[in-house]
């Protein structure tokens, strides 16, 4: 099920969002991660995703924004995220999967858990010396965004480029148009108009622990 943001970031229809290590990958890599940025906010309009991402210049700290990316190369890793409060916890990433994962860290707002910051990861490589293509990277950070947008894996389409994962990271084709009308009416419930109605993907989904 969708998980919202707390409101003081939910009000402002938009997440601010870094590379984090932005100094330690590639030219490539840190190319592909603003176009995915920015083809998301292309989807933003009052007839599409009411929320947008503003990319920040790296900072020294996590909490200085909303969102984290990470680009991991061909190895497992261990990194402490933020909880968002000041405090950290280790998060183990596989950058030898192929795919993305997004930790949507949460607290308890009123009676229901939100998100107080997200940590995306996206492999680097495919091999040891091998870099992914920057172009399958372009659309496995856009799918990612989706889920810092706070949909999770049981909300996978089988019609837009928020489908359950390839190995590769990506539909085999890239679908046109990039977000279906479901997907978009999710991403709108959560951040504009809860009393959108949804059209459910009754594809079966095989979710993961996290998003």
């Known amino acids: 099920m969708a998980v919202p943001w707390i409101s003081k970031v939910r009000s402002t229809k938009a997440l601010t969002i870094q590379l984090y290590n932005k100094g330690s990958v590639s030219a490539g890599i840190a190319s592909s991660y603003s176009d995915a940025v920015s083809m998301f906010n292309s989807q933003y309009g009052s007839s599409k995703v009411c929320v947008q991402f503003k990319d920040q210049a790296p900072q020294s700290s996590q909490d200085?924004?909303?969102?984290?990316?990470?680009?991991?190369?061909?190895?497992?890793?261990?990194?402490?995220?933020?909880?968002?409060?000041?405090?950290?916890?280790?998060?183990?990433?596989?950058?030898?999967?192929?795919?993305?994962?997004?930790?949507?860290?949460?607290?308890?707002?009123?009676?229901?858990?939100?998100?107080?910051?997200?940590?995306?990861?996206?492999?680097?490589?495919?091999?040891?010396?091998?870099?992914?293509?920057?172009?399958?990277?372009?659309?496995?950070?856009?799918?990612?965004?989706?889920?810092?947008?706070?949909?999770?894996?049981?909300?996978h389409t089988s019609s837009d480029i928020y489908t359950e994962p390839l190995p590769a990271g990506v539909p085999q084709n890239v679908p046109n148009p990039l977000l279906s009308q479901q997907t978009v009416d999710r991403v709108k419930r959560l951040w504009c108009d809860r009393r959108v109605s949804l059209n459910v993907d009754s594809r079966p989904h095989q979710d993961q622990a996290t998003a």
């Open 64 to 155: 200085a924004v909303n969102v984290n990316v990470y680009g991991i190369g061909f190895r497992p890793v261990d990194r402490d995220i933020s909880n968002g409060d000041g405090t950290t916890q280790s998060y183990h990433y596989d950058g030898t999967g192929g795919f993305g994962r997004t930790a949507q860290i949460t607290i308890q707002e009123g009676s229901a858990d939100k998100i107080c910051i997200a940590h995306i990861f996206v492999p680097t490589n495919v091999g040891l010396t091998t870099p992914i293509d920057l172009g399958v990277l372009k659309y496995l950070v856009f799918h990612e965004l989706i889920h810092a947008c706070g949909l999770e894996n049981s909300e």
